[in-house]
């Protein structure tokens, strides 16, 4: 969702770090994707329709309505006090630092506070439009009042403090008080910046000019100055169309946090985040607000067969088919507007103009295809220690990847049933499922991959908001993998990563390894064609929106939702003690039981689970990196509540001082770890090294690994189990 209050300021790298964890833990999109060609999610659109259409608006709600009331796994009253819930979190939505609406302005909204339920049975927008208008004078008013500010030298003499988190603050009872707000957050903005140069040039072995306070803060000032008017300038851009897609998630979303409206371009982009694939030329681009730049070459995609495009070409137009079709210049578009005209159906051309480093202009033909982005699939390596014979293999699994078409190109329970059969001819003797940070994805594939591991049974309970719940279960018997499994999760591993690690810790299959709970997310959404609630044709494409529409429970009948899944080894973790996940989230769906179902399986069973326990527990006390990570822990719980600044600039410094002072003892806290030993699978090798691209890839993810403590922990506790079932085995 949009927010306009986007501050620009950094705190500092490790909330920011933080902040970002934590609002992006249950995302389809990453903030740079593939789609068509990779880009940079642009909230803002000036080329979509944005004049008002009545007829399709109404179309759009009731439909939206409808479809929540139907089929939605648990219903609400369209009444007052959704209503309620709806202001609220709209505002929430659109400006969540109370930096662009004063308490006159809240105050002409505040008249609908009980009337949306109204406006959206009777298909109307008084409220909504009254809001744009409000945001509009909003932008204009504080884009003015920060050119001011920034035009002048700003003084930090004055002993005052910028509140950054808008819920400790009320509505601005007037334009006064909200101008100062903005003249303190321009102060912070300056002021971080000229402290990161004092405090470079204060190094040993700062070699440039030292400048003095007063010329760094005049640099900086026009630096902020840039920042905020591109960002401004992409708040102007914003049509009332993406504005009422805001409008209409904040009406879901009071629903849970997992229903959505998407338009018909989102939709296509989640499609294709979900599948792995698109068609279109296989590049990663990003776009500084003006140009639009080339990133990266996707390995095997048809940019990279051409061979012409580099990362660092600059995108000057685009046209259709052959170089004598028209050229629209693209300098200035947003990004996935440039995108849309790139991407394409496979075997269609795209001529791009491009502008090379050195400055020379080219024309080249792409012809598009499919192009998988193999970077967000499942992959292995073997993992060893100097002086271990045993091997253990290692799966990464970055999210339930699946393509739903007819074609169906990409399953990742397919795929991971391959990694096994290389890593098993590989002689690994255990193998580690790594589900840290995997958001979730396909249902259908969580099963079928729960099922490579036990003969044959039920793995998750789907119940809707009627009728009894459906078991899915297992119904194969072969078991692709029999031995020592370990499961690895964090705070953002969800949805189909608890049902998958939730099943085998009920099977007792698999010793489930991680941080002190996962997300939380046990709901099961799908999508609906919002097109065909209406016959009216002049409306359509409404788009679609997915709607949660039932609830999965373990077999056991407990549930993930708010609850997650608790591993049977918690390692240190700096989130361990952050709240997160879906409990955190605006009217999240309750946690419920439902009655168990009976299961059983022989493929493999824990020996001594608290031995597993035992000996890590020591392990990790021992170690002095996880005692870091514990102090990490409770260093950036109190920095998550933290969110008042000092602005006067002796005690900004000395405060910053003191933050880099603790920040500081946790620098290169993750080395590479000599004993641990990654090696690619045999079977990969000619792939990973028909690409300089790829093979720095691979370098990368290698050492990546090498420095990972908790996998490295992981790998003992499997060890455990291969000497602990020997020596069981050695006793019969």
Sequence with gaps: MLNFDRPFGKFDFD?????????????????????????????????????????????????????????????????DAFSQQVYDLY????????????????????????????????GTFQFFDLSVDLMDKAVAKTQGWYREMLANPLDFSKNE?????????????????????????MKYEVLYRVNDELDKQEKPDFKGEKKTFATLETEQRQKVLDTYDKWFKRMQKTDRTHRMEIYLNAITNVFDPHSGYFSPREKEN?????????????ARLQSDGEKTSVTEIVPGGPAWKQGVLQPKDVILKVSQGETDAESLDVMGWDIDDVV??????????????????????????????????????????ILS???????????????????????????????????????????????ILDLRNNGGGSLRDVVQMSGLFIEEGPIVQVKNRTRKPEIMSDNDPQVQWGGPLVVMVNGFSASASEILAAAMQDYHRAVIVGSTGTYGKGTVQRFLDLDNATGD?????????????????????????????????????????????????????????????????NAYHIAD????????????????????????????????????????????????????????????????????????????????????????????????????????????????????????????
């Excluded at 930096?99 to 506070?113: A, M, V």
């Excluded at 989640?270 to 296989?282: P, V």
């Excluded at 290698?702 to 996998?711: E, F, M, P, S, W």
């Design 537 to 601: 044709d002049s409306v359509k494409p409404l788009g679609e929106m997915k709607l949660t529409i039932q609830k999965f429970y373990r077999i056991t009948g407990k549930t993930t939702q708010l609850d997650g899944v608790t591993p049977d080894i918690v390692l240190p973790d700096f989130y361990n003690l952050v709240d997160l996940g879906e409990r955190e989230n605006d009217y999240p769906l309750e946690s419920t039981t439902i009655d168990p179902v009976p299961y059983s399986q």
């Design 609 to 732: 689970l608290g031995k597993l326990k035992s000996a890590s527990t020591a392990r990790v006390e021992a170690d002095p990196t996880f005692q870091k990570i514990n102090e990490n822990a409770v260093r950036l719980r109190k920095k998550k509540d933290q969110s008042q600044y000092p602005l006067q600039v002796d005690k900004y410094r000395q405060w910053n001082k003191r933050q880099d002072e603790e920040a500081k003892q946790f620098d290169d806290l993750f080395k590479p770890i000599e004993r641990f030993n990654l090696q690619n699978l045999a079977a990969d090798m000619p792939q990973i090294q028909s690409d300089t691209s790829r093979i720095a890839r691979n370098e990368s993810w290698l050492n990546d690994k090498k420095k990972d403590i908790q996998l490295y922990e992981a790998y003992h506790i499997m060890q455990d189990m291969i000497r602990i079932d020997a020596l069981a085995a050695g006793k019969q």
């Design 91 to 122: 505002l929430k939505d659109v400006d969540n630092g109370k930096r662009f609406f004063n308490k006159s302005d809240i105050d002409q909204l505040k008249g609908y506070e009980k009337q949306l339920d109204d406006e959206a049975n009777a």
């Design 340 to 381: 849309s005209k790139i991407r394409g159906p496979k075997g269609t051309k795209v001529t791009l103009t491009i502008l090379k480093p050195d400055a020379t202009e080219k024309v080249i033909t792409i012809t598009r295809d499919v192009v998988i982005m193999e970077e967000g699939f499942a992959k292995s390596l």
């Design 385 to 431: 220690e100097t002086d271990r014979q045993d091997k253990v293999g290692y799966i990464f699994l970055p999210k339930f990847y699946a393509d739903f078409t007819p074609q169906g190109l990409t399953s990742c329970a397919t795929d991971v049933a391959k990694e096994i059969d290389k890593l098993k001819k590989e002689n690994v003797r255990g193998i």
């Design 270 to 282: 989640f499609d294709i985040q979900m599948s792995g694939k698109l068609e279109g030329i296989g």
């Design 15 to 79: 909330k920011f770090l933080l902040d970002m964890k934590l609002k992006t833990s249950f995302v389809f999109f990453s903030f740079l994707g593939i789609v068509g060609i990779a880009y940079f999610v642009s909230q803002f659109n000036p080329f979509r329709n944005g004049d008002p259409n009545p007829q399709k608006d109404a179309a759009l709600i009731q439909a939206i309505l409808q479809g929540m009331n139907r089929l939605h796994f648990q219903p609400k009253q369209i009444d």
């Design 161 to 185: 403090m910028l509140e950054a988190d808008g819920k400790k603050l009320d509505w601005a009872k007037d334009d006064a008080e909200l101008r100062s707000r903005w003249e303190k957050w």
